[in-house]
């Protein structure tokens, strides 16, 4: 009998329970910084799944049609919190109330908090979740071609 020691890692567009998946693309020189122009929270009951799409722009807050900057997204190995970092993001639209406001009504999440880190000049999200999940990100654009990140949280 063979025993397997390393399972596959997730990938981005594949629903995952624990782990990280990593996208976007580093930035250097005067325009390496993004932000958060929009947060929306969609909710599919027939399917069960719950949509998050943080929608991104320049660092003056114009719609972003490049690619964003390098994000991670992880989720804890008992599947109740997610961490979204996005790096070369310091500045946003969306603060806690406004992440608060969008997600108070989650099917999953129960509690949630931004904070932005001046030293590492990133954004973190926590999600804390009512019970374990799965998440699908994903990097997709909206029908102005403008780049978002999609996180589509679904029960186990």
Do not use: C, W
Not at 118 to 134: A, C, G, R
């Amino acid at each position: 009998m063979t025993l397997n020691l390393f399972a596959a890692a997730p990938t981005l567009g594949s629903f995952f329970s624990k782990g990280s998946v990593s996208g976007g693309q580093a930035h250097a020189g005067h325009k390496a910084m993004f932000s958060i122009v929009l947060l929306q929270k969609l909710n599919n009951p027939s399917t069960g799944i719950e949509r998050l799409v943080l929608t991104f722009g320049d660092q003056d807050g114009l719609p972003l049609s490049t690619p964003p900057g390098y994000f991670h997204v992880s989720i804890d190995s008992d599947g109740k919190r997610v961490v979204i970092d996005l790096a070369q993001l310091q500045k946003t639209t969306v603060d806690q109330s406004d992440l608060s406001r969008v997600l108070k009504d989650s099917m999953y999440v129960s509690s949630s908090t931004i904070t932005m880190d001046p030293v590492d000049l990133s954004t973190n999200i926590v999600l804390q979740m009512k019970k374990p999940i799965k998440v699908r990100a994903s990097l997709d654009k909206d029908e102005r071609k403008i780049n978002q990140l999609v996180l589509d949280f679904d029960k186990i």
